[in-house]
């Protein structure tokens, strides 16, 4: 396999120049999403307030906010529990077991207590090296999940906190095999998982360490808590940039049956978490995505979006869709084919999102529909002939910016056929009339006076178009008509020179000198 990144090329949309970056928004969404599992509560890391075995002895405050006097306390509080741990590890007489028990209950107890736990107390008084000792093996599981809990809160911290579990790695990982209960190694996986949340950096350690194959088979059983945390982790830990984690996870024996089998058949909570693995898996290894698309993934991504109302759930299944026809041009020109019933679901479900309240599924979708409107001609009449343009047009003229953007890219795409050997596309006439017809040129001449270099490129490509393109020389007129002229003389200076360029050379093409001589 030569290159397992992302192809660098995709879609041929308006012009040449901004063809080649579907792939490669594909792999910056996948390493800058973390911010949109935040907006979806979704978070990198988290803090363990009850256990996986669904402990309930820790108060769950309905007010996380502490006082100055509360924090003092409790860090206190904490510095002496660390202190009456490292006494009951020393112990060795009657009871010297339940007395370390007691001791790690108390000290995860402080750790649970508010949304803002006293890590760096616990830190300073020296608790990593203690609760690495009372993660050794033939340990009582009581004791070695309290530890592992305590080492997760820890972890769910700043990110100096995070790396104060460097030590306890290997224990954790090792405590994810056959020898651990479910719910020791269910901790130890949820450890692990605010770990590999906190960066590059210690992802590529866990990973070195040999965390990936036993996170994997926690994949595999139909244990719903195990594999939610499992997925959740590995998420986290294949999610890049580099792309050979991704690759690895797929090739894991049963994996691959275990991800369709929790998609098609599990409950909204654990769908999200593995919907989350495959949206990393699709956006960073051409392996993993060639892999996926020979399944009936796309199946299962639709009726998904199709029956849920989750917004946890659609957006990673929707930006698994995405990725996946984004992928490369097989999926889209031999499995999205018109007229099949998968592709008409697709449709249906992109609809739907557009459709949604929410913000990002309209952006999510209207990614998606871009990347489908690349390519033939029958899929941009697919997509021209259905319910999704109306609702285009409205969201370009109504829509805040970065939704406005991914729906000129849709609507633009629409109007071109694949390029020509003069680099210009050729056009899809009967489109490019009607959208215009329609109203979208406005929308297209705002984005040219934004000042997002991406966006002013895609309208002066559009108006590019509709000068050349529209019967009857009408185009100018049109762009007249709707300040277009004075918004790219805008770039009459400006500094970025192919923006400078592109709008020079138009108002000198058709707005020069002999400009409305006629009449």
């Not at 192809?7 to 973390?34: C, E, W």
């Not at 020393?90 to 508010?114: C, D, F, I, P, T």
């Not at 399944?295 to 995405?322: C, K, M, W, Y």
């Not at 406005?404 to 009967?430: F, H, M, S």
Request: net charge negative.
């Amino acid at each position: 396999m030569a290159d397992d990144s992302p192809a660098s090329h995709r879609r041929d949309p308006i012009k040449s120049s901004v063809g080649n970056v579907a792939a490669q928004r594909r792999r910056q969404n996948a390493v800058t999403v973390g911010k949109e599992r935040r907006e979806s509560l979704v978070r990198a890391k988290r803090l363990c307030r009850v256990g996986p075995s669904a402990d309930g002895d820790v108060p769950v405050e309905g007010n996380d906010m502490i006082t100055d006097e509360e924090e003092f306390l409790l860090e206190a509080q904490t510095s002496s529990a660390v202190e009456d741990l490292k006494s009951t590890v020393a112990y060795q007489g009657k009871g010297a077991m339940q007395k370390r028990v007691n001791a790690l209950r108390e000290l995860r107890r402080l750790l649970s207590k508010s949304e803002f736990p006293p890590i760096e107390a616990a830190l300073k008084a020296g608790a990593i090296p203690l609760l690495v000792q009372c993660l050794s093996f033939g340990s009582q599981d009581e004791q070695l999940l309290e530890a592992a809990w305590c080492l997760t809160n820890i972890a769910a911290g700043k990110p100096e906190e995070t790396k104060a579990l460097l030590p306890a790695l290997p224990l954790l990982i090792a405590h994810l095999g056959e020898k651990s209960s479910l719910p020791v190694a269910e901790q130890c996986a949820w450890a692990l998982g605010n770990v590999a949340g906190e960066g590059e950096e210690l992802r590529n350690v866990l990973l070195s360490q040999g965390a990936l194959p036993p996170l994997a088979r926690m994949m595999l059983p139909n244990k719903g808590s195990t594999v939610r945390t499992a997925a959740w982790a590995l998420s986290n830990l294949i999610k890049g940039p580099d792309p050979k984690a991704a690759t690895e996870l797929i090739r894991v024996d049963g994996v691959l049956d275990a991800i369709l089998r929790h998609l098609r058949k599990s409950d909204e909570e654990l769908a999200t978490e593995v919907a989350w693995v495959v949206v990393y898996l699709s956006a960073l290894s051409n392996f993993a995505t060639g892999v996926l698309v020979k399944t009936d993934v796309l199946h299962l991504l639709v009726e998904r979006l199709a029956t849920s109302n989750s917004l946890q759930l659609l957006i990673p299944v929707l930006r698994s869709l995405g990725n996946l026809v984004a992928g490369d041009s097989h999926t889209t020109s031999t499995i999205l084919v018109p007229g099949l019933e998968i592709t008409d679901g697709v449709i249906k479900v992109l609809v739907k999102c557009l459709k949604s309240e929410h913000r990002v599924l309209k952006k999510e979708a209207s990614w998606v529909l871009s990347n489908i409107a690349a390519g033939s001609v029958e899929h941009k009449q697919l997509i021209y002939s259905s319910e999704a343009v109306p609702l285009l047009l409205h969201l370009l003229s109504t829509a805040p910016f970065d939704i406005r953007k991914e729906v000129a890219y849709v609507l633009g795409n629409l109007c071109v056929a694949p390029t020509g050997g003069d680099g210009k596309p050729n056009l899809i006439q009967e489109h490019l009339v009607s959208l215009v017809q329609r109203g979208c040129l406005s929308g297209f001449i705002d984005l040219v006076r934004s000042a997002d270099v991406e966006a002013a490129r895609l309208g002066l490509q559009f108006m590019e178009l509709v000068l050349r393109g529209m019967p009857s020389g009408e185009g100018p007129k049109l762009v007249e008509r709707e300040d277009g002229i004075d918004a790219m003389e805008r770039y009459q200076f400006h500094e970025n020179e192919d923006l400078r360029n592109m709008a020079n050379g138009l108002v000198d093409k058709y707005f020069g000198e002999d400009y409305g001589v006629d009449e």
